[in-house]
């Protein structure tokens, strides 16, 4: 089996203070951490429940220094993970006990935009938000908006494929990338995509993107600048219950209309974003449907009209329409708030991040709830709705001896329900750590075989981010399956070390 | 004129070597059970594109792994087995006024939904709503050892595991088999407005350009070169009020860059979209060319096909999706040396300055006097180890991309 080919843990190198001083000399020193205290600040992402503290943090500035260091991890076999900002939620840029952290953060250059081709080429390290800002001026702006875009890089959206609340009708990261340059395990570099949006060959810039940083490190993206829509259109409408919001959902849908976004809040969260921001939405409803309709003012008259009509037939008791772009902000504002404000209702929390067919909303709600009363936990729900990608948020208190077992539980439970749905137990935070031993929930033995071949191919000594993705008997306590003997072996091509 | 026909591109195979699997099972089962080449044939469009595979061991025709296995019309999405042809799917999602929102050239002519999706092949609505890659959201694979593997899901949005989908994309069925394809749905627009005029490679460059900074949602932007000028179609979705203050904005712009327009009736639209898929597809004995680059190199990329080929004694004919940088050149007349010194220098000119270009038909002489491939991209080393990951053997196709992997 090619897993073999990725499991790399007994001939891995460690990083001496020789290796050390090599790094120095070929970055420079003030760009070499080994210090205990400061490796520290590297040792998990924003999912703090899985720490690790790494031997070495090397911070490069060109491809040709990310280069460097790969290539040094290549030759003494070190494991290494590329980091941006660290805001992954699933444990992907985890550093590996001995490894090496790659961190992109150094390397934030962005070129001119070129406008009347709508692209731009920036380093992976530059944040989401500012590629929007540095081409506002020409009325362009990069479409997917992960809520964490003033922070997280374009490097990580590419690495998890992120997407935001508009990915509904502008897709996510791989839509909007054109071009990468890619260091690869083994030290080369090389340009994946180009000028032309069609290649000739296996679409690698594809494969590449939401590989969650196992296959290549992206030291150059090219991405794709969306014009600003004419017009736009908000609305925040209550509902009696989520279930009639969800109907609401379906009409829209069912109505031919593509929205920008359709998110949902239910009681719980709108209590916790309102203690946090005073977005103006509607404390004593039990569901908030926020529509925005984008497009040309024709259109989106057209269709906002009807929308409200639809929220209405599904019985909307209020409906809120932002009159200007500040009221509009307050309304994202306080949506996009919802997972930081949650501190404001429960002391700990987990946040969830399944996909469901969206018709089984209903279905998943009454399952959720029944899950969560037999757990003795509250849970909080906000999603994009248009999408069915939930954002069940599991809340417990630490404090409380055994809570966050079972808030740990109730989750992965949520999780492995959505794939029972037909459905997925990621959209947009990505497997990484956390989620590697619910894959075989959802992927069988051969489909995840086959995924390990393309990471043998990138990556046949598995240094790039180890770990993560695919369960593994340490991090899953899973026995391991029957032996099977790849098909390079069994030509007498590789062998098994 | 005559199209080219499925006999000349499909090669020849001994009675017994053809196959044509029911299921994914029997399909994964055959290839167990099978030993040597194999070709992968869908409808049998686009079975030349890029290196030609000659006399494999074994043919499997996907023509019964066809039909909609589920659609479920409230959640926007279906799955068909790989030998569906896009217009027995479109047929399907008629009635609930929804469709795969796809217009490739060779639709009309039988094109399959895993043909596709192999070829890369993508038309004028690319423009709106992604090409094939974007609206894939799930594959069942089928490797030469017979292995089965799924990637993606039934949801639009999902993160889960590697995207397989896109890597068999544009892979001409040289890395695997591909069984079965979940899609994501869009809603039929409720009307269209096509308008038509004549303008040559810098007037089509700047309305491509003035379009995308209006107020509009364009769904295409195309432009058939004639020889000295060409025409220009642009079409625009959506409801009734937008079409009607659209039709009046584009008209004005369009003037205003010297472009004399035509607006169209339905049916005309019908019978211009139709003529430029036909032109698209070209004729027998043509040699044609993908070449994509950045848009606004229309003019120059127009130019050197023109001069190149004139240089050479042959015609060249461009069919271009002017916002996405997407051009069908056809090269014809002349003999098969014209064509062939035509192409190696287009391709040449085109790469020089970051163009892609994939040879897509073409007659056996011209073959003799080409490479079909051209020099390897930086990723070649890469290719050749996913070729040995998925296809140990070199089973799949095994001159399709001769000599980079
Ligand atoms: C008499 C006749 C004349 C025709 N004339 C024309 C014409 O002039 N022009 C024209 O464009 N079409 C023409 N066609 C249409 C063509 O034959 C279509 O019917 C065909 O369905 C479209 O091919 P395809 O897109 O499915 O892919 P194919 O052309 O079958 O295959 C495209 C590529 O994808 C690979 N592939 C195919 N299926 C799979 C799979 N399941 N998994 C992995 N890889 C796969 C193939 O190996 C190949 O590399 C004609 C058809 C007939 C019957
Ligand atoms: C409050 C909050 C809200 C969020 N909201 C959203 C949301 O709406 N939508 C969404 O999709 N996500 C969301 N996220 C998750 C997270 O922000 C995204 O996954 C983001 O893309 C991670 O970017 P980063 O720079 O922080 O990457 P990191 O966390 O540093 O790394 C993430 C992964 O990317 C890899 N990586 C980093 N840089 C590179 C590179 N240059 N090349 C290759 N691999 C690389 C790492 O190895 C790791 O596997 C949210 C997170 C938080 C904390």
Not at chain 1, 121 to 139: C, F, L, M, Q, R
Not at chain 1, 149 to 163: K, L, P, W
Not at chain 1, 344 to 370: C, H, N, W
């Amino acid at each position: 089996m090619s897993a073999q080919l990725v499991d790399v843990d007994h001939q891995a190198g460690v990083v001496t203070d020789e290796l050390a001083e090599e790094l120095r000399r070929r970055l420079t020193p003030d760009r070499i951490i080994t210090d205990e205290t400061r490796l520290r600040t590297f040792e998990c992402d924003a999912i703090t429940g899985y720490r690790v503290v790494p031997a070495l943090v090397a911070f490069p500035e060109t491809t040709e220094e990310v280069a460097a260091v790969v290539g040094v991890c290549a030759r003494e076999h070190i494991p290494y993970v590329a980091r941006g900002a660290g805001t992954g939620l699933s444990g992907g840029a985890l550093p590996v006990a001995e490894g090496i952290v790659i961190s992109l953060a150094r390397m934030r250059k962005v070129l001119p935009p070129d406008v009347d081709n709508q692209r731009m080429t920036v380093e992976p390290g530059v944040t989401n938000a500012d590629i929007s800002k540095a081409v506002a001026a020409h009325d362009l702006y990069f479409a997917p908006d992960p809520s964490s875009q003033i922070v997280c890089t374009i490097g990580g959206n590419i690495a998890e494929n992120s997407g935001g609340a508009h990915c509904l009708k502008y897709g996510f990261t791989t839509n909007h990338v054109y071009a990468m340059t890619l260091v690869l395990p083994d030290a080369s570099v090389v340009t994946v995509g180009g000028d032309g949006i069609e290649q000739c060959g296996p679409d690698l810039r594809g494969a590449v993107i939401g590989s969650e940083g196992t296959l290549a490190i992206a030291t150059s993206i090219t991405v794709r600048l969306l014009r600003k829509p004419e017009d736009v259109q908000t609305m925040v409408a209550d509902f009696p219950s989520a279930a009639q919001a969800g109907e609401a959902v379906s009409g829209i849908i069912a109505a031919g209309i593509v929205p920008a976004a359709v998110e949902m809040l239910d009681e719980l969260a709108i209590e916790a974003c309102e203690a946090a921001v005073h977005a103006g939405y509607s404390l004593d409803t039990a569901a908030a449907l926020v529509v925005e309709i984008d497009g040309p003012a024709a259109q989106c008259e057209e269709d906002f009209d009807r929308v409200q009509e639809i929220c209405q037939e599904a019985g909307s008791t209020h409906v809120r329409v932002a009159a200007d772009a500040g009221e509009r902000m307050l309304i994202w504002k306080g949506r996009k708030a919802a997972f930081a404000a949650m501190g404001r209702i429960s002391p700990d929390y987990f946040v969830q991040d399944g996909v469901i067919p969206r018709t089984k909303l209903g279905e998943v709600l009454a399952r959720m709830e029944e899950m969560a009363s037999e757990a003795g936990l509250r849970v909080a729900n906000v999603f994009h709705a248009g999408d069915g990608n939930l954002h069940p948020l599991v809340l417990y208190n630490a404090a409380t001896e055994g809570e966050s077992e079972r808030g740990e539980e109730l989750s992965t439970a949520i999780a492995e329900l959505c794939v029972e749905m037909g459905g997925s137990i990621t959209g947009e935070h990505g497997v990484g750590t956390d989620k590697a031993c619910s894959m075989p929930k959802m992927f069988s033995e051969d489909d995840l075989e086959v995924m390990k071949r393309l990471r043998a191919a990138f990556d046949p000594t598995g240094i790039s981010n180890p770990g993560k993705i695919f369960p593994t008997p340490r991090l899953c306590g899973e026995k391991p399956g029957p032996y099977r003997e790849h098909p390079l072996e069994a030509s007498g091509q590789i062998e098994r070390m | 004129m005559s199209e080219v026909t499925t006999q000349q591109r499909t090669p020849a195979v001994s009675a017994g070597r053809e196959k044509r699997p029911s299921s994914t099972s029997e399909a994964a089962e055959l290839l167990r059970a099978t030993q040597g080449s194999v070709l992968l044939r869908g409808g049998a469009t686009k079975l030349d594109w890029a290196g030609r595979v000659d006399e494999p061991d074994l043919l499997i025709d996907t023509s019964d792994l066809a039909g909609v296995l589920t659609h479920n019309p409230a959640d926007m999405t279906a799955s068909v087995g790989g030998g569906t042809r896009l217009t027995e799917l479109q047929r399907h999602l008629k009635g609930d006024g929804q469709w795969l929102a796809l217009d490739p050239p060779t639709a009309e002519t039988g094109a399959t939904v895993a043909g596709l999706l192999a070829a890369g092949d993508s038309g004028p609505s690319r423009l709106r709503y992604g090409g094939i890659r974007d609206l894939v959201i799930g594959v069942t694979l089928i490797l030469a050892d017979g292995t089965v593997a799924r990637a993606g899901g039934h949801v639009i949005k999902n993160v889960a595991g590697y995207d397989l989908a896109k890597l068999v994309h544009g892979s001409l069925g040289s890395l695997a088999m591909i069984a079965e394809v979940v899609v994501r749905l869009h809603p039929r627009p409720s009307g269209a407005l096509t308008i038509t005029g004549t303008a040559d490679a810098d007037q089509a460059t700047a309305a491509a350009v003035a379009i995308a900074a209006g107020p509009f949602e364009p769904s295409a932007v195309e432009w058939i070169s004639q020889s000295g000028s060409g025409t220009l179609l642009v079409k625009t979705e959506g409801a009734a009020g937008y079409l009607d203050s659209s039709r009046s904005q584009l008209t004005s712009m369009l003037d205003g860059l010297g472009v004399t327009t035509r607006q169209l009736s339905d049916e005309d639209a019908e019978t211009s979209w139709q003529e430029h898929a036909a032109a698209v597809r070209g004729e027998e004995q043509e040699t044609v060319v993908r070449i994509c680059t950045l848009p606004t190199r229309l003019g120059g990329l127009t130019s050197d096909a023109l001069d190149i080929a004139a240089a050479a004694d042959v015609e060249a004919r461009l069919i271009s999706s002017v916002s996405l940088g997407m051009h069908t050149v056809r090269i014809r007349g002349g003999d098969a040396q014209g064509h062939a010194t035509a192409f190696t220098e287009l391709r040449e000119r085109a790469l020089a300055q970051g163009a892609s270009v994939l040879l897509r038909s073409r007659s056996f002489e011209v073959d003799e006097l080409v490479d079909a491939l051209g020099p390897p991209p930086s990723t070649v080393e890469l290719l050749k180890r996913i070729k040995t990951q998925f296809d140990p053997a070199g089973r799949f196709a095994p001159q399709r991309f001769h000599p980079w992997y």
